[in-house]
């Protein structure tokens, strides 16, 4: 893989992460009329994460399969339903934020550990 693709996936991939979660927090506190700009938005950010992540995967690591992957793609597809689930559940707010963050954190140490 070309170190550029690499590097434009990367901060793709990143970009696509960082609005998931924003809005994701968004959705906690938004009101009922944000709910449908905020869902395509989420989605579509998840859609960017799923694909340059795959990408990524496929491009260094031939589709290899480990442990840490996943439980990356584990930790995308929960951040991915948490927007939705916050607009319909919101006397579960405060443990999808608990939630949303503890996905957040583990996607990430398993970006840079790679445990398994």
């Not at 992460?17 to 998840?46: C, H, K, Q």
């Not at 994460?49 to 992957?69: P, S, Y």
């Amino acid at each position: 893989m070309n170190p550029h693709e690499l590097n434009a996936l990367h901060v793709l991939h990143l970009s696509g992460v960082l609005v998931l979660i924003g809005y994701t927090f968004f959705a906690f506190a938004g009101p009922a009329e944000t709910r449908p700009r905020v869902l395509m938005i989420t989605g579509i950010a998840s859609l960017l994460v799923l694909l340059t992540g795959v990408r990524m995967w496929q491009g260094v690591l031939g589709f290899q399969m480990l442990g840490w992957i996943v439980v990356k793609l584990i930790c995308w597809l929960g951040l991915s339903v948490i927007g939705s689930v916050a607009y319909r559940k919101r006397e579960l707010t405060n443990s999808l934020m608990v939630g949303t963050l503890v996905l957040a954190i583990t996607a990430v140490a398993m970006a840079f550990v790679k445990p398994f």
